[in-house]
């Protein structure tokens, strides 16, 4: 049977087409494309027509996809940025009318449940694990274990682009500015954090384009190489590194980094800030990164795996 997901993000819209057979995933087409469905939300409070064209020409390309490898069954889904938008509706029934694909817009807590389900399933831990997933207008922080019981699930709104956006007024911002964003990000996570409690029997893993841009960052990669990154361990002193170098650049410095996707320098620092805090709350020294994410779990579901 050849399953598809579909995850119409705050950054970015991805595409995960897979053959399952005797409970084994084969992983067909894994694709991403940045359509920022998010930008100037928060303050427009809709979705812009350039970046509704944006995901409906990254759609189109999907559809055909979907019809090249007569896909069985698919399910696409909306998250934050659809959650938030005044024209979320005009955008969905837009989306379908021109390309028959119809996202379902799902909650926060859904959208946790599926990147926890993707990143964990087959995670091999006999601790808790504490599933972090830094999106475009969210981040979500689940904590659970590997029988996908969870103990926490909660949707917070911050996310790189939304962060960013805030915060990051100049090229290169300074220490102050730094600041804001960094004690904003803490209040948020606290409570969540503390309601954790012990962390020493816990195994963070980290899930988005913040994550994985940051492990390519850290190998170097010239090219994205999902085997590389999955399950990359970075460390938090690793990081602090990242972001300092990242920092010290403007938006045009920041293209030319080895490992990063042009398409998010200048989205880059508040996602790593999140992470940055999150590690430092939970007093962890590094995280494992993982290419299983929500794409993942809604694989898994359909599947009923």
């Known amino acids: 049977m050849k399953i598809a997901a579909i995850d119409t993000g705050t950054n970015s819209t991805r595409l995960l087409i897979s053959e399952y057979n ?15 469905i998010g930008r100037n939300l928060d303050t427009a409070g809709k979705i812009s027509p350039g970046s509704a064209n944006a995901a409906f020409k990254t759609l189109i390309k999907y559809k055909k996809l979907l019809e090249k490898y007569n896909i069985d069954t698919y399910r696409a889904v909306g998250t934050n940025a659809l959650r938030k938008a005044k024209n979320s509706n005009w955008f969905v029934k837009y989306i379908y009318e021109n390309t028959g694909i119809n996202i379902e817009i799902i909650t926060g807590r859904e959208e946790a449940y599926l990147s926890f389900y993707g990143a964990a399933r087959l995670l091999d831990s006999s601790k808790r694990i504490l599933v ?24 917070l709104d911050i996310g790189c682009v939304n962060l960013s956006e805030e915060f990051i007024k100049i090229d290169k911002p300074g220490h102050e500015e730094l600041e804001i964003m960094n004690y904003f990000i803490g209040n948020c996570i606290r409570e969540t954090i503390n309601s954790i409690g012990d962390t020493n029997n816990v195994d963070v893993v980290g899930v988005g384009g913040t994550l994985t841009a940051l492990a390519s960052i850290d190998l170097g990669l010239e090219k994205y190489d999902s085997s590389r990154i ?7 002193d690793r990081i602090l590194d990242i972001f300092e170098m990242l920092c010290s650049k403007s938006i045009e410095g ?21 992470i940055l805090e999150t590690m430092g709350q939970l007093e962890k ?16 579901t359909i599947a009923e795996f």
């Open 22 to 36: 005797k409970s084994c995933f084969n992983t067909l087409v894994r694709e991403m494309e940045i359509t920022r």
């Open 132 to 155: 972090i997933d830094i999106g475009g207008g969210s981040t979500e922080l689940i904590l659970g274990n590997k029988k996908l019981e969870l103990e926490i699930v909660k949707s």
């Open 230 to 236: 999955h399950h990359h361990r970075l460390t938090r």
């Open 254 to 274: 920041r293209k030319k980094v080895k490992g990063l996707e042009p398409g998010r320098a200048d989205i880059i620092l508040g996602g790593t800030a999140i």
């Open 285 to 300: 020294n590094f995280i494992r990164v993982s290419e299983k994410d929500i794409l993942d779990g809604i694989i898994y």
